[in-house]
């Protein structure tokens, strides 16, 4: 019960961030912006992570049931993480920046 309530939470404010993300017009949206893209998605080894400019960033990992399996620094705009020993199934890569964070999902293999 508790995982299930942990999920829906994590669930819903994700699913907030991304709504808010989306409903954002092009007048509001700054040349800053700091985009971030995964690869290879689905990926079996390695977590590619590359960043559209270069800023130092964070990065969270989470799982479905909401737990924090993974935190780094974003230094570089190719930033590689090891993934190999993780279990298979879909993960919440989360960038975080001085500015805004910006959530995407990711698949093991």
């Not at 942990?6 to 700091?34: G, N, P, R, Y």
């Amino acid at each position: 019960m508790k995982r299930t309530l942990l999920f829906l939470i994590l669930l819903v404010s994700f699913s907030t961030a991304t709504v808010a993300q989306s409903t954002a017009t092009s007048e509001f949206a700054s040349t800053t912006e700091t985009v971030f893209t995964i690869s290879p998605n689905p990926g079996v080894n390695e977590l590619n992570i590359r960043l559209s400019q270069k800023t130092d960033a964070d990065v969270e990992v989470y799982n479905l049931l909401g737990r924090k399996i993974y935190t780094g620094k974003l230094t570089n705009i190719h930033n590689a993480i090891d993934i190999s020993s993780w279990k298979s199934g879909i993960y919440l890569v989360k960038v975080i920046t001085d500015k805004k964070s910006i959530t995407k999902r990711f698949v093991k293999k």
